[in-house]
């Protein structure tokens, strides 16, 4: 059965459709969402930046951690340390290890894209192993992370030969994901994360006397009390 509809009704209904597509389009053109009670745009311009080859990055992106803290460092100093080239697929033990070396905290991070931006915005940066290429040829690669821009939604990473190297949040997650969502934080013993969590601080604390940096974890320890 047809059914016919008044004029009336069918200029109701297309200045309804009308006012739904105007609706829609000035929804896309507002910005993103801000990463949660965070800064719109971040950038750490004082991190050292070490440029080389990728299969170098852990090496680089150690040293700019250090060299952010004030140790005198270079990544060929770290060559022998971390046991380069041949450990090169071990590094997920060797930069904690070399680092609380030099009396650092190795502080890990949560498996969250939003954690690692809150410590960008509080100047931390922060150390990420990700995953570069396709599916049947990437490779992990090393960097650290200085920024962010949430209204392009994109990571500011110290990576490879590549001072800026800008990556969406999407990708970023997707190639952070596959290698595990490894991140970590290299701090000075009296320099507390943002939003710290008291037993992971302490953990790492008692890693780092472990290591023999007995002095260094007390003051890590007593920095919570401050």
């Given at each position: 059965?047809?059914?016919?509809?008044?004029?009336?009704?069918?200029?109701?209904?297309?200045?309804?459709?009308?006012?739904?597509?105007?609706?829609?389009?000035?929804?896309?053109?507002?910005?993103?969402?801000?990463?949660?009670?965070?800064?719109?745009?971040?950038?750490?311009?004082?991190?050292?930046?070490?440029?080389?080859?990728?299969?170098?990055?852990?090496?680089?992106?150690?040293?700019?951690?250090?060299?952010?803290?004030?140790?005198?460092?270079?990544?060929?100093?770290?060559?022998?340390?971390?046991?380069?080239?041949?450990?090169?697929?071990?590094?997920?033990?060797?930069i904690p290890r070399v680092a609380?070396?030099?009396?650092?905290?190795?502080?890990?991070?949560?498996?969250?894209?939003?954690?690692?931006?809150?410590?960008?915005?509080?100047?931390?940066?922060?150390?990420?192993?990700?995953?570069?290429?396709?599916?049947?040829?990437?490779?992990?690669?090393?960097?650290?992370?200085?920024?962010?821009?949430?209204?392009?939604?994109?990571?500011?990473?110290r990576s490879g030969m590549n001072?800026?190297?800008?990556?969406?949040?999407?990708?970023?997650?997707?190639?952070?994901?596959?290698?595990?969502?490894?991140?970590?934080?290299?701090?000075?013993?009296?320099?507390?994360?943002?939003?710290?969590?008291?037993?992971?601080?302490?953990?790492?604390?008692?890693e780092l006397a472990g290591a023999?940096?007995?002095?260094?974890?007390?003051?890590?320890?007593?920095?919570?009390?401050?």
């Amino acid at each position: 059965m047809l059914h016919l509809f008044p004029t009336s009704c069918v200029r109701a209904r297309r200045l309804l459709a009308a006012s739904l597509l105007a609706g829609l389009a000035g929804c896309a053109s507002q910005p993103p969402v801000s990463p949660k009670g965070l800064p719109q745009r971040v950038e750490i311009s004082s991190v050292p930046f070490y440029r080389g080859h990728a299969n170098h990055g852990g090496a680089m992106a150690l040293a700019a951690m250090l060299s952010q803290q004030g140790v005198r460092i270079t990544p060929g100093l770290l060559d022998k340390p971390l046991g380069l080239p041949e450990a090169a697929d071990d590094l997920e033990v060797g930069i904690p290890r070399v680092a609380r070396d030099y009396g650092m905290v190795v502080y890990s991070l949560d498996k969250r894209l939003q954690a690692l931006l809150t410590q960008v915005a509080a100047g931390n940066p922060v150390l990420v192993r990700y995953r570069d290429g396709a599916a049947f040829w990437g490779e992990s690669r090393y960097a650290v992370m200085i920024g962010y821009d949430a209204y392009e939604q994109r990571v500011l990473l110290r990576s490879g030969m590549n001072r800026r190297q800008r990556m969406a949040f999407d990708d970023f997650n997707s190639a952070w994901e596959k290698e595990g969502n490894w991140a970590v934080l290299v701090q000075p013993p009296r320099h507390l994360p943002a939003q710290v969590d008291r037993q992971r601080w302490l953990r790492a604390a008692e890693e780092l006397a472990g290591a023999g940096q007995e002095l260094a974890a007390r003051q890590a320890v007593s920095a919570l009390e401050q």
